[in-house]
């Protein structure tokens, strides 16, 4: 079992920055595919970003290239994920993921592992 411990959210005003960071604990962190989802009301749960146990690939969604930046500390158990340039469309609930089959997709229901997510609110 993995447990998923997401923290860094809050409200910020667009232009603004924030990290985020996902504690995991539980079972071997570097073996685990780690990625970021976002989720607002009404809508289904859509892809940021991801990135493999050594950190050597990273994925992203087209929407957030550029402004989003996905990394992990595998002595920590913990991957990071760095917004800036935020916009009001980055306002959602920011859930990290994980799994352990070693191929870094993109769809949420490929991941098994979920946090509890962490409120981001992008004031215009």
């Known amino acids: 079992q993995v447990m998923l411990v997401e923290s860094g959210g809050g409200l910020v005003q667009a232009g603004g920055s924030l990290r985020l960071a996902c504690a995991a604990s539980?079972?071997?962190?570097?073996?685990?595919?780690m990625g970021w989802f976002r989720q607002t009301p009404g809508k289904e749960r859509e892809f940021v970003a991801a990135?493999?146990?050594?950190?050597?690939?990273?994925r992203y969604a087209d929407s957030v290239k550029g402004r989003l930046t996905i990394s992990r500390d595998n002595a920590k158990n913990t991957v990071y994920l760095q917004m800036i340039s935020l916009k009001p469309d980055d306002t959602a609930v920011y859930y990290c993921?994980?799994?352990?089959?070693?191929?870094?997709?993109?769809?949420?229901?490929?991941?098994?592992?979920w946090g509890q997510g962490t409120q981001v609110t992008v004031s215009s």
């Open positions: 539980g079972r071997t962190f570097s073996g685990s595919v």
């Open positions: 993921a994980a799994k352990y089959d070693g191929l870094t997709t993109v769809r949420p229901y490929d991941y098994t592992y």
């Open positions: 990135i493999s146990p050594s950190g050597g690939v990273t």
